[in-house]
């Protein structure tokens, strides 16, 4: 009953239902489904799926019923829909307009990833106080002093912030960047920055994820 | 009684006890209280942490219990003391030794990060099959043709492998890397690799990061 409910709340705003953990496996599907399109196949059941990836069958339909797409029994998904409706409902195709703030060794890096922007995330400009840095532009994007945010992103209309600022001024850094209008925060500090309820926060943390990968090396060892 | 067994059991072995959600906030508390020590502070206490954390004191002390420091009552832990045990229970302080495959935009933005190094990991090669690349230098780091990693790798000896290239060849490039000695793979790919049991896998999706985020901006609209 509980699923049946989901599904009837999806019609009318089926953003807001799906849970994280849900959401976090639809890319997954996505890419495996282009990988197949490229193999030259256009049928594909969420147990084909579940065979790649270590998720069953049944929670691979699950979290595809979140998504404006339905299986047909023992026929499966249309891959070509599949696809357009998850690049869709991910937010894949659309573009989003975001600034970062702190160029230095990965911030530059990420200004210099024109991968990003194929997932839909088109970072305008780079804000920084190093003067060897302001003025300059890395892979055609320019980089402001920080002082100049809130007048630039009058123009920019950025939504989200990158946050790749030493650590402790992130927390600094992300209070100025609402205060300049930013919606939503990726904070790849290992800082814990706390932010207002209604602003959005993602943390990727690659510092944390090398601790786990280097922790389980010793195990193994 | 389960921590009390736990924090005997940590003597012998404690690279092996510690559950990943603590794990990966050990990296938190290190980052806070390195901008402690840099405020001038020389105690802290787990309360303390809690305040500026969205961790329960409860909690943090815990955690803190599977590294080998403790507090005292009233006084809190020493940071100098403190720091020293989590960067080196984070290995961070340890070189790693790894190579990169794929060095699209991704891959070359990691080899640019030299803050990677800070954190215990060294990328001494990128891997790559696109003639444009192979031969090249980026931030010093050698691009060689794919072909000659097993040879290579003989010299180089790296532990772990980056994974960053196009999703549709990265379980072919991981098997590669494991039949060429890699022991932990370090998936930017949003693609589900599968590794044997004795390879340590740590997957991080900037897209899957990026959806999440795109989807509760959506929310909040």
Redesign the interface.
Known sequence: MQIKTDLLMNRDNY??R?P?PA??R???Y???V??LK?QGYSKVSSTQIAK???VSATQIAKDLSYVNVSGKTRVGYDIDRLIEVLDD????K?M?TAVLFGV???G???L?????EQ???KIRAGFDVDASIVGQKINNIPVFHSDEFVLRNKKIEA??GVLTVP??IAQEVADFMIEGGI??I?NF????I?VPE?I?L?N?????????????????E
């Open positions: 953003h807001s799906i994280e959401l976090r639809l890319p997954w996505l890419s495996y282009k990988l490229k790649k990836i270590n409902f991910l937010g894949f659309r989003h230095g060794s990965l530059a890096a990420l210099s990833d024109s991968g990003l997932y839909g995330l939504q989200i650590p402790d919606e939503a990726w500090t290992p800082f814990r706390r209604h959005v993602q990727t943390s690659l510092y944390a994820h090398l601790a786990v990968m280097f922790n389980r090396l010793v195990k193994e």
